[in-house]
């Protein structure tokens, strides 16, 4: 746990001084809004369309995190230097994945009033409680994978490419069940009822790759 | 008691072998040092005896625990200095070093004191970006002698030294039983106990620093 909390805190002091994947995920999903916005030709989205267009979005922007998660790392001996400390190298795991989750939520609290301006008709207003939910249990999900297709990219030489191909497909249950966690909360009627099936599958979701991560994590890192 | 036993060693990246059948022992407290030209296997040594790369054949002992079984054991009780200098660009020379002292569990309080021993403290909040490479080496140094490790592995440890920087890390990489890849055959062979001399990965000398001399040394990169 000491590890973890020294390798987060070097992660957030690190993106706090070279600013290089929260405002490029930021920019990059208020520029897609501004985009869905002018391309879409309506007034505002609203239900189903509306969360597609969110979650999509949110997927995307991701994955400019995911891309930057381990560079330093590799870059600048960082691996080297962990793999030669007497330490648990799970870890690295646990402060990547939180690190992720964190810069997640910086880019929602930019990115979720951009998208109710830009696109939204109604605001989510009342259901703002469940929606944080589903926001919460997904950039969870997307941690995790992402942090675990991060570490598997960078040891190869397409790094960029290799993060999105190895994490986009298994993030689709991330998409579908926040997708249709959300689209009752953007319903232009005001709030449908929320469907507590889908957060408790995205809580599911996160258990297993969690699990699967702390087991794999370790053999990743391998020479 | 040994501190390095390699029986038969070898390594491979894919069909290039780098090392091939190297064998030699260590005592405790002795300097190995490496010579050998670019690509003789020698970084490639010094990544497997500090447990970052698999040996592919042959037994290793390093503090006598067997590698790669035993890693765990060894990581921690090794201090590693190699031609990159493990240290993150955009932290300060402070920052880094209390980084990896918490990783190692070393006393914070040697960050200081260590930084002051080098003579770098008036700069150890900038970032290590805008530090020359001598200073940055410098710094690479205390991240490699934080926790004082057992074993030193010291890759050309004085590569981007002035000599007057050079004389002010002697002190601090002078210590335990060290392993230094070097290519000057004089300085190498004086600090030397024993010599490994590599080429193509293959020992062509394995043998007391007394028994060798620099022509022997010479002869590798001819």
Redesign the interface.
């Given at each position: 746990m000491r590890t973890a909390a020294a390798v987060l805190r070097k992660d957030l002091r690190l993106e706090l001084r070279t600013r290089e994947a929260v405002p490029a995920m930021a920019l990059f999903a208020l520029t897609t809004f501004v985009i869905f916005h002018f391309g879409l030709d309506r007034r505002s989205l609203e239900g189903e369309l509306a969360a597609g267009v969110l979650w999509v979005t949110l997927l995307f922007a991701a994955m400019l995190g995911v891309n930057r998660l381990f560079v330093a790392e590799r870059e600048q001996g960082g691996f080297d230097a962990f793999l030669l400390a007497p330490v648990d190298r799970t870890a690295m795991f646990a402060a990547k994945a939180a690190g992720l989750f964190a810069y997640l939520c910086a880019v929602e609290l930019v990115a979720i009033p951009a998208f109710v301006v830009l696109l939204l008709g109604p605001g989510p207003g009342a259901a703002f409680p469940e929606l944080l939910l589903v926001l919460v249990l997904a950039n969870a999900g997307v941690a995790v994978v992402g942090t675990l297709a991060g570490a598997l990219a960078i040891q190869t030489r397409a790094r960029d490419l290799i993060a999105p191909l190895v994490a986009l497909p298994l993030l689709v249950p991330v998409v579908i069940a926040s997708a249709r966690a959300t689209a009752p909360l953007l319903a232009e009627a005001g709030a449908g009822a929320f469907p507590a099936k889908w957060p408790l599958i995205l809580a599911l979701y996160d258990v297993v790759f969690g699990l699967l991560a702390y087991a794999v994590f370790d053999y990743l890192l391998e020479d | 008691m040994s501190a390095l036993e390699l029986r038969g060693l070898g390594r491979a990246y894919g069909e290039r072998v780098a090392l091939r059948e190297v064998s030699l022992t260590l005592e405790e407290g002795r300097t190995l040092v490496v010579f050998g030209p670019n690509g003789a296997g020698k970084s490639t040594l010094l990544r497997i005896l500090?447990?970052?790369?698999?040996p592919h054949a042959g037994e290793v002992r390093v503090l006598g625990d067997e590698l790669p079984g035993d890693a765990?054991r060894v990581?921690?009780?090794?201090g590693?200095l190699?031609h990159?200098?493990?240290?993150?660009?955009?932290?300060s020379a402070r920052?880094n070093l209390r980084?990896?002292a918490?990783?190692?569990?070393a006393r914070e309080t040697r960050v200081d004191a260590l930084l002051g021993e080098l003579d770098v403290l008036g700069r150890a909040d900038e970032?290590l970006r805008t530090l020359s490479r001598g200073t940055v080496q410098r710094i690479a140094v205390c991240?490699a002698v934080l926790h004082e490790p057992d074993l030193l592995l010291l890759d050309e440890p004085t590569a981007n030294l002035d000599p007057a920087a050079a004389e002010l890390v002697a002190p601090l990489l002078a210590r335990g039983t060290r392993v230094v890849a070097s290519h000057d055959p004089e300085r190498g062979l004086h600090d030397a106990d024993v010599v490994l001399g590599l080429r193509g990965g293959r020992a062509e000398i394995a043998a007391p620093a007394a028994q060798v001399d620099v022509a022997d040394v010479r002869r590798l990169y001819g």
């Open positions: - | 500090g447990t970052l790369l698999r765990w990581r921690g009780r090794v590693f190699g990159d200098p493990l240290l993150y660009r955009d932290l920052e980084y990896f918490r990783l190692y569990g970032p991240r």
